[in-house]
């Protein structure tokens, strides 16, 4: 999202020479910053259109077919507004409906030269293959959590502790650390899911099949939440199999220490274990069923 942005403002900055487009704060890179540029859009699940009866009443677990043809098929009629070009970015691209991704086929093929649609997504083959081939693919790398490590350092050297606190949670994204920096809730609440996931696992299996049971109904309103939850399991397992480089003077570090001694063996398995449930709910199969075996499964 980060690039998007940055690439929307480098191709509609009024400034004629940019060698640093990200500090520039011309009236087109404030306003696509503010997210109040008339001709950059950004569409996410919880976008609405502008039919007040349209939207309100249905949920947010899609892209919604009437939001993509406000903001896009309609959008992409008419010339920019006052910049070079019209940017639109979809993000979670993944989420949009199966009519919507066909609606956008022919806005893709016909699309103007000064009309840009970026979709984001993490797993490109989530999109139809009638969408990726009408598109350009760009393929971004995870950054090392070394490298990471030192782009935070340089912009908060203020925060040293508290960056490594962040950094133990094991592979976050520069994104998801800089808002966990900034947001000290967000912070507090990823080192609450881990408390309840470190307790989960050394309770006993009464306790584990009522987690699964929580997991399940939390599913059936918020997947997105669920995959999270998961994706704390996946990294903290990794974690631990680091045990090198932990620093036991870190609070996020000692909440995981009454699991640290477990072996190795146990802990990759757990690790296929949830690579395996994630996969299960890609494909179907019923929650219920796949979070029981999840947690069935899960070695102490
Ligand atoms: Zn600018
Ligand atoms: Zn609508």
Same mark, same amino acid.
């Given at each position: 999202?980060? &690039?998007?942005?940055?690439?929307?403002? +480098?191709?509609?900055?009024?400034?004629?020479?940019?060698?640093?487009?990200? +500090?520039?704060?011309?009236?087109?890179?404030e306003?696509?910053?503010?997210?109040?540029?008339?001709d950059?859009?950004?569409?996410?699940?919880?976008?609405?259109?502008?039919?007040?009866?349209?939207?309100?009443?249905?949920n947010?677990?899609?892209?919604?077919?009437?939001?993509?043809? $406000?903001?896009? =098929?309609?959008?992409?009629?008419?010339?920019?507004?006052?910049?070079?070009?019209?940017?639109?970015?979809?993000?979670?691209?993944?989420y %949009? /409906?199966?009519?919507?991704?066909?609606?956008? &086929? #022919?806005? &893709?093929?016909?699309?103007?030269?000064?009309?840009?649609? =970026?979709? *984001?997504?993490e797993?490109?083959?989530?999109?139809? $293959? /009638?969408?990726?081939?009408?598109?350009? /693919? @760009?393929?971004?790398?995870?950054?090392? $959590? #070394?490298?990471? !490590?030192?782009? !935070?350092?340089?912009?908060?050297?203020?925060?040293?502790?508290?960056?490594?606190?962040?950094?133990?949670?094991?592979s976050?994204t520069?994104?998801?650390?800089?808002?966990? *920096?900034?947001?000290?809730i967000?912070?507090?609440?990823?080192?609450?899911?881990?408390?309840?996931?470190?307790?989960?696992?050394?309770?006993?299996m009464?306790? #584990? !099949?009522?987690?699964?049971?929580? &997991? /399940?109904? %939390?599913?059936?309103?918020?997947?997105?939440?669920? +995959?999270?939850?998961?994706?704390? @399991?996946?990294?903290?397992?990794?974690?631990i199999?680091?045990?090198?480089?932990?620093? $036991?003077? *870190?609070?996020?570090?000692?909440?995981?220490?009454? =699991?640290?001694?477990?072996?190795?063996l146990?802990?990759?398995?757990?690790?296929?274990? =949830?690579?395996?449930?994630?996969?299960?709910?890609?494909?179907?199969?019923?929650?219920? *069923?796949?979070?029981?075996?999840?947690?069935?499964?899960?070695e102490?």
């Amino acid at each position: 999202m980060s &690039l998007a942005k940055d690439f929307a403002r +480098l191709i509609n900055c009024k400034k004629d020479d940019i060698d640093e487009p990200i +500090l520039c704060n011309c009236l087109s890179c404030e306003k696509i910053n503010n997210k109040k540029h008339p001709d950059f859009t950004v569409i996410e699940k919880s976008s609405m259109c502008s039919n007040n009866s349209c939207c309100k009443s249905s949920n947010s677990s899609a892209i919604k077919n009437c939001v993509v043809s $406000e903001n896009i =098929i309609s959008k992409s009629k008419f010339s920019p507004f006052m910049s070079n070009y019209k940017v639109v970015v979809v993000n979670q691209a993944n989420y %949009l /409906t199966k009519v919507s991704a066909e609606s956008l &086929l #022919k806005t &893709l093929e016909d699309i103007n030269s000064n009309f840009i649609v =970026i979709l *984001l997504i993490e797993n490109l083959y989530d999109l139809p $293959e /009638t969408i990726i081939s009408r598109c350009q /693919t @760009w393929k971004l790398n995870k950054i090392s $959590e #070394k490298k990471i !490590l030192d782009i !935070l350092s340089e912009s908060h050297p203020e925060k040293q502790k508290q960056i490594l606190e962040i950094m133990s949670f094991g592979s976050p994204t520069l994104g998801e650390a800089t808002e966990m *920096l900034n947001d000290s809730i967000f912070f507090e609440e990823r080192q609450e899911g881990l408390r309840r996931i470190v307790k989960i696992i050394n309770s006993p299996m009464s306790d #584990k !099949l009522n987690y699964s049971k929580e &997991l /399940t109904q %939390l599913y059936r309103k918020d997947k997105e939440r669920v +995959l999270y939850e998961l994706k704390i @399991w996946k990294n903290l397992f990794r974690k631990i199999l680091k045990t090198e480089d932990m620093n $036991e003077d *870190l609070e996020t570090i000692s909440i995981m220490s009454p =699991i640290k001694k477990a072996n190795k063996l146990g802990i990759k398995k757990n690790i296929q274990n =949830i690579l395996k449930t994630e996969d299960n709910l890609k494909f179907n199969g019923m929650p219920s *069923l796949v979070f029981d075996n999840f947690i069935i499964n899960l070695e102490a």
